[in-house]
Nanobody
Framework: VQLVESGGGLVQPGGSLRLSCVAS????????MSWYRQVPGKERDLVAS????????NYADSVKGRFTISRDNGKITVYLQMNSLKPEDTAVYYC????????WGQGTQVTVSS
């Protein structure tokens, strides 16, 4: 099983990034996919999730209206489009597959700073 995130980096406040997570080794279509984030010394928090069919999404209040989660089952990939980024969005972002088991990616750093 592998979840490989990409797309993180340094961006100025107000900017945008799109994270990608490519999956392999499990039945991607059967899993809810989620993005979490974590800052040092704090718990890993749920940012957004999307149902296996892509018809239901959920967002943390702090990112509603700014972030969009989507998935392409044909490409076994889940995305997180992040707009209007704020310094408080700085964190390591993790992709997770939630089903009978939970699988995690290795994380990608997002830094929002001027």
């Amino acid at each position: 099983v592998q979840l490989v995130e990409s797309g993180g980096g340094l961006v100025q406040p107000g900017g945008s990034l799109r994270l990608s997570c490519v999956a392999s080794g499990f039945a991607f279509r059967r899993y809810t996919m989620s993005w979490y984030r974590q800052v040092p010394g704090k718990e890993r928090d749920l940012v957004a999730s999307i149902s296996n069919g892509g018809d239901t999404t959920n967002y943390a209040d702090s990112v509603k209206g700014r972030f969009t989660i989507s998935r392409d089952n044909g490409k076994i990939t889940v995305y997180l489009q992040m707009n209007s980024l704020k310094p408080e969005d700085t964190a390591v972002y993790y992709c997770a597959a939630v089903g009978v088991r939970v699988y995690w990616g290795q994380g990608t750093q997002v830094t929002v700073s001027s």
